[in-house]
């Protein structure tokens, strides 16, 4: 049996699942949840789209009581993406539930704001290790109160170096809680941390169904150093260069590749760690809302990142190690459509691709590309285009009245309208191209929820 209401849920969340359109359990949720909800400690095996976000989710809001005003459960994530990402899918299965209070905390964010809204404690806290410990340590965060502790995307957060500080808040908070680790790899590491942090932990593996599994053409090229530009150019010019993701090795070539691409009349953006977290968030929202055509990234910059299965992936290095280069062509390939991976490797590079070839256990697949300089410039402009509203979650400013003041007063249709993103104090809608400049005359002329704020164009 499947169906959500088997389980011992609480009436408001399963109004919940149901709104949100859930009609059976997930094998990751099927397995997790009994054990979850017996208040048992639980390590899980699972990837992003799994449902696991909702399997703790349901679990955690099951096991607070929101008339204790205290921090009763902690989820730590490695990025800030996944974190707000994960606040969101909480506020969902929340909505059925009166005055939760939930908050998130992450590291590269002004830390005032943070302490301002920690006046009270909030029932439920979302953030990343470094931020959350600070917290803790300075006492604006309580942490006595808490029944459940969620470790989600654990193989990411120990790569990432925060095993000291994962170790250093479970020191900080109540003795006696509930652990639930959520890991989609499981190597000795994870085996030890739960070895650490939990009791008797039930585990939940499941592994996914061949037929759900993506289908990846990969494809190895090999070009000389000096024809790499024009061979990723030429590669990105075919239709499935309208939402692709290109690797880089080195941080430096990121942006000399982004830049390069965006002379020639690609739509590309850059990311990378060194970029201030307002920059990055507004990349991300510029490529995942279709403003932007191409991704150039670092490995590192691109962990964690919730962007929807892609098209096409171009590896411009061979990655380092074989690991790495799976990760990187995960990116594409979404259940029913094949998805298309191509590394461009130099000659010098090829004792890289034969360790892949060796780690993957199959031959790889060469071809060749003709390598030609580009005649004149190619313009190839994205879809969409993204204006920013200086207002956001912080002016109570939702997706609906964005989208209200466009289509009502403004007089846009609502499929001109794309991906509309709310932030503490601003807001991204993404327009059709064509229509942006109205849109911005529009919404500058008229009033969002019945106040001017200003508006400006991205990029
Ligand atoms: P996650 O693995 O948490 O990133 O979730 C992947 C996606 O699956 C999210 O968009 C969820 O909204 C969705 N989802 C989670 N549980 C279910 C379910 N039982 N039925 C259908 N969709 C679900």
């Known amino acids: 049996m499947t169906a959500f209401n088997t389980l011992p849920l609480k009436p408001a969340l399963l109004a919940s699942v149901e709104t949100l359109g859930y009609t059976e359990m997930t094998p990751v949720q099927a397995q997790s949840l009994p054990p979850m909800l017996a208040r048992r400690d639980v390590i899980a095996q699972a990837q992003t789209g799994s449902g696991k976000t909702a399997a703790f989710g349901l679990s955690l809001l099951q096991s607070i009581d929101v008339d204790t005003i205290r921090l009763q459960a902690l989820v730590l994530c490695p990025t800030r993406e996944l974190a707000d990402q994960v606040s969101k899918a909480l506020r969902k299965l929340a909505a059925n539930i009166p005055n939760v209070k939930l908050l998130t ?271 004149g410039k190619t313009l190839q402009l994205a879809p969409m285009k993204t204006l920013v509203i200086d207002a956001g979650r912080q002016d109570k400013l939702r997706p609906g009245d964005i989208l209200g003041a466009l289509t009502g007063d403004a007089g846009l249709d609502a499929k001109d309208i794309g991906k509309i993103d709310v932030f503490a104090t601003r807001a991204y809608v993404a327009i059709g191209r064509a229509l942006a400049s109205k849109a911005l005359e529009r919404l500058r002329a008229g009033r969002i929820k019945g106040r001017n704020f200003r508006v400006r164009p991205l990029g």
């Open 105 to 375: 905390l992450c590291g590269g964010m002004p830390l005032g704001p943070q302490l301002a809204s920690l006046t009270h404690d909030p029932h439920i806290v979302v953030g990343t290790p470094g931020r959350v410990q600070e917290h803790l340590k300075r006492g604006s965060l309580h942490g006595g109160g808490i029944k459940v502790l969620v470790l989600d995307e654990a193989d990411r957060m120990l790569d990432m170096g925060f095993s000291e500080a994962i170790d250093d808040i479970i020191g900080r908070i109540a003795k006696h809680h509930q652990t639930l680790l959520f890991s989609a790899t499981y190597p000795e590491e994870i085996r030890a941390v739960s070895q650490r942090v939990q009791t008797d932990p039930v585990v939940v593996t499941v592994d996914a169904p061949a037929e759900q599994k993506p289908a990846i053409e990969q494809q190895f090229i090999e070009v000389e150093p000096a024809q790499k530009l024009d061979a990723l150019a030429q590669l990105l010019a075919g239709e499935r260069g309208q939402h692709a993701l290109v690797f880089c090795n080195m941080r430096r070539d990121v942006d000399a590749v982004a830049q390069e691409l965006d002379r020639r009349g690609y739509s590309a953006l850059a990311l990378h760690g060194d970029m201030e977290q307002r920059d990055r968030d507004e990349v991300l929202v510029r490529f995942a809302n279709k403003s932007c055509n191409v991704l150039v990234a670092t490995d590192v910059a691109a962990r964690g990142l919730d962007i929807a299965a892609l098209p096409l992936v171009l590896c411009y290095d061979v990655a380092h190690d074989p690991d790495t280069h799976t990760h990187r062509i995960g990116r594409t390939g979404r259940a029913g459509e094949t998805g298309l991976a191509i590394t461009l490797c130099t000659p010098r590079e090829r004792p890289k691709a034969a360790n892949i070839e060796e780690a993957g256990g199959v031959p790889l697949s060469w071809r060749t590309l003709k390598v030609a300089p580009p005649r």
